[in-house]
Each structure stands twice: as C-alpha cells, then as structure tokens.
C-alpha cells in the first residue's frame, strides 16, 4: 500500500470514529449544557497544534499528517472524558501531553504503546484530582443551572455568579458518590435511591452509554472494529459485578450501574478497540477485554479512584505485545516443536 493509500485509509477510519461520537456529543449538550462544544474546540485545536509542532521538529511534512484525523480523534476522546467544567488549561495540558509524550515520543502513530488519550486522562487525574473530580450536575439536578455564557465563563477561570456556590452548580458521579457512602457504612440499595443515579447509571448517563452503544454498533457495521473487545469487556463487568451483588447486595452495586455509569461504554467502544495498542489477534482481543473489564471492576470497588476504565487500559496496553505475540495463530504446515521433537516441518 502506497503513503497517499494508507494515511486515505487512516483518515477515513479516523473520521468514521469522529462520526460515531456524534450521538455522544448532542446527549452532552442535551443534559449538561453547550459547554461540551467548547471543551472539543480547545481539546480539538491543542492536539492539532501540537501535533503540527512535532511534526515539524521531526522533519515530517505537516498537513498529510495532520488531516489524517488521528489528533481529533484523542482530542475528542479527552473532552468526552473530562468534566464539562474542567478548567480550559487542565484540558489543554492533557491534551498536549497526550499528543506530545505520549504519541509522537514514541514515534507517532502506529507506533505508540499507550493509548493517548487515556494517557492524558491518567496524567490530570492523578495530578490534579480536585478539578477532575468537580463533575457539573446535570440540568435536571443542578440547583441553579448555569447558562452557556456562565459555563464558559467558568471553564476561562471567569469564576460562578455572586452568591452562587460550587455544589450548587457541581455534583459527585454516581459511581464516586456510591464508594464514598458505602465507605460510611450505608447499604448499596439504599444509596442508589439517590436522585443523582437515575434510573440505571445516574441523570442522563443511561442516554450517554446508550448513545455510545449506538455509535459503537455502526463502527462494527462499517468494519472498523470488532466484536470481540466490546463483547469481552462488557460481559466481563457485568458478570463480576453481577456475582459480587448476589453474594453480598448491601455491599456490592448489580450490573446495571457498573455498565450504565462512568466510562464503560466509551472504554469498550472507542477506548479499549484503539487498532495501535490493543492486540489484534481475535484470542488476544477477548485476553485483552477480559482483563481490562476485570481491572476496571477491580479498580471501581476497592481502587482509590471511583472509575478505573483509563488505568485498567493502561495496564493492558503493557501486556497487549506478550498477548499478540502468544496468540497469534500456528503458520500452516509447521510443528510444534514441543512435541515433534525436531521442531522443522
């Protein structure tokens, strides 16, 4: 395949994933404000920047590279994982990390062993858990909602209007709100009769992983992912956290909350299937998923961060080439030379 033939490929599939996010998008905008639009467009214009800086300095010709929609990609990826609110610098830094360190410092696209965005997420959270914890409410909870003009008045450290305090227009997730009353004692059926859960994940977050499903079944319709890292992680959450719910309810969240809240159906669809850090041997994409999904459980009930898809991610990222290495299918006519003995054909 030519240079032109394969950056024509990338950019199509890039953009085929754009598109799928699209639903994602307008059920941001739809219970949590406009402001979405606005994290898209610093994340979206940090990545391009920074993407056309290191290209430069590596002496690779910018706009082929630039179009091909890798860098918008991991810039959407990023604000759809960030709070609406996050503060514009925090937004732009992770994205800049993201793209820089964790993409082109190991040698662009296609060769990177993490997945960016998820590198970026992990870097802000854990630098700064304050600003990544403060999760604006959803229109119908918030106690005053704030308008477009607030909200990003807000997000350029513009500050809330007089007399208007940070829990009114904030509010824990429901997977955060969950382990800390679960910390003080009270019973998982009684904590998720709070508003804040909704009917399944939280106000508004059974659309946003129903908008995620559906984007993520066209891009399995348009071929550019597969079943089996969607399948593998979702069944894996839902029968450990379905398991650990019978054996003990008052302690343990069912099903339906660890697969409508936080990040579960963005990790399985546009996370986890990322082609560059995942293995893409069929054996290894279900190895994969089923670990990530056993991690992000794991992480949630007794990790120190109330979602763990990002860093259960990571963790598999590490592992991905020992899994494409021990999974990839026997070449035809050769012997396992375990037991043939001379190991030729």
């Known amino acids: 395949m030519t240079l032109v033939a394969e950056q024509a490929s990338v950019s199509r599939i890039m953009f085929q994933v754009l598109a799928a996010l699209v639903p994602a998008v307008a059920v941001y905008v739809w219970y949590f404000g406009p402001v979405i639009l606005v994290q898209l467009g610093l994340a979206s214009a940090a990545a391009l920047l920074s993407e056309a800086v290191m290209l430069r300095l590596r002496s690779y ?3 082929p590279f630039l179009r091909d929609g890798s860098a918008l990609v991991t810039a959407w990826l990023i604000a759809l994982s960030f709070p609406p609110l996050a503060p514009w610098w925090l937004t732009v830094t992770a994205t800049v990390f993201a793209i820089v360190v964790a993409k082109h410092l190991y040698g662009g696209l296609g060769n990177n062993l993490f997945n960016p965005a998820m590198v970026g997420y992990a870097v ?22 704030l308008g477009f003009a607030e909200q990003v008045a807000y997000v350029f450290g513009g500050g809330l209007p007089a007399g208007l305090g940070l829990d009114a227009v904030t509010l824990a997730t429901p997977l955060d709100t969950l382990k800390t009353h679960l910390a003080l004692g009270e019973a998982a059926g009684d904590i998720m009769k ?9 106000e508004g977050g059974e659309i946003l992983a129903l908008a995620y499903i559906v984007g993520g079944i066209w891009l399995w319709r348009q071929r550019v992912i597969t079943w089996h890292v969607p399948v593998m992680f979702i069944a894996t959450v839902a029968v450990l956290a379905a398991a650990f719910h019978a054996a003990n309810p008052a302690q343990y969240a069912g099903a339906p909350l660890h697969l409508a809240g936080g990040a579960t159906m963005i ?13 893409t041997t069929p054996r290894g994409k279900l190895i994969y998923a089923g670990g990530a999904g056993f991690l992000t459980y794991v992480i949630r009930v007794w990790g120190g961060y109330p979602d763990g898809v990002a860093f259960a991610t990571l963790l598999m990222n590490l592992a991905a080439p020992m899994i494409e290495l021990h999974t990839q299918p026997r070449v035809y006519g050769q012997r396992d030379s375990g037991r043939s003995g001379g190991g030729k054909p």
Do not use: C
Request: negative net charge; aromatic residues 12%.
């Open 61 to 63: 010709p910018v706009e």
């Open 124 to 145: 802000a959270i854990i630098s700064f858990p304050l600003q990544m914890t403060r999760w604006s409410a959803p229109t119908a909870l918030a106690a005053v909602p």
């Open 194 to 202: 709070m508003p804040v859960f909704g009917f399944l994940g939280g």
């Open 267 to 279: 990790g399985a669809f546009f996370i986890l299937t990322d082609p560059v850090s995942s293995p």
